[in-house]
């Protein structure tokens, strides 16, 4: 018997949470001009673009956005491929002392998040470092939480989260099946 698809999330309501997801890092008191946004390669990419437009809409105050590749940084590094793919990594500003949010579209076991720690780390010395995510799903092997949820999803280990987004995929929801 073939797996049910569930949307979990449309395009409103990622708009909804992207705008949301802004406004609660806004919301840390932080100083803009101190931070910095660094979204994972694929999409964490373009929802850290998105958390930045939200928080120029609201503050008036442009955000420094990063890409991060954290493919040689992954421990299953060796399993995934002898020849693996490298998206790249751009950081054109400085880490130091700035309030640094990584971005990703799914949270699961926490180690792609440990990995782009890593990599960050490797780059400069943070003042903070904050997790946003758009989904949270649960079944975490690491200690590693995210501060800013667009969404918690109640999954089992086997089931797969889907984030579709206009700029790589011309289409925008979230799944799961």
């Known amino acids: 018997m073939a797996k049910k698809t569930e949307i979990l999330m449309n395009r409103i309501s990622i708009s909804s949470a992207v705008a949301r997801i802004a406004h609660e890092i806004l919301d840390k008191k932080t100083d803009v001009d101190e931070l910095v946004i660094i979204g994972i390669q694929r999409r964490g990419v373009y929802l850290a673009k998105r958390i930045a437009d939200n928080i120029y809409k609201f503050r008036e105050k442009s955000v420094n956005v990063g890409i991060l590749d954290i493919t040689l940084y992954r421990d299953d590094l060796s399993i995934l ?48 470092i904050w997790v946003a995510v758009l989904i949270d799903r649960g079944h975490k092997e690491l200690p590693i939480k995210a501060n800013f949820v667009g969404k918690n999803v109640c999954t089992s280990k086997d089931e797969i989260v889907n984030v579709y987004l206009d700029e790589i995929d011309g289409k925008e929801f979230v799944d799961k099946f």
């Open 81 to 128: 491929s002898q020849h693996p793919i490298i998206n790249g990594t751009d950081i054109g500003f400085v880490v130091d002392n700035k309030n640094v949010v990584i971005v990703d579209d799914v949270l699961f076991t926490g180690r792609t998040i440990r990995a782009a720690i890593d990599a960050i780390i490797d780059i400069g010395r943070p003042k903070t």
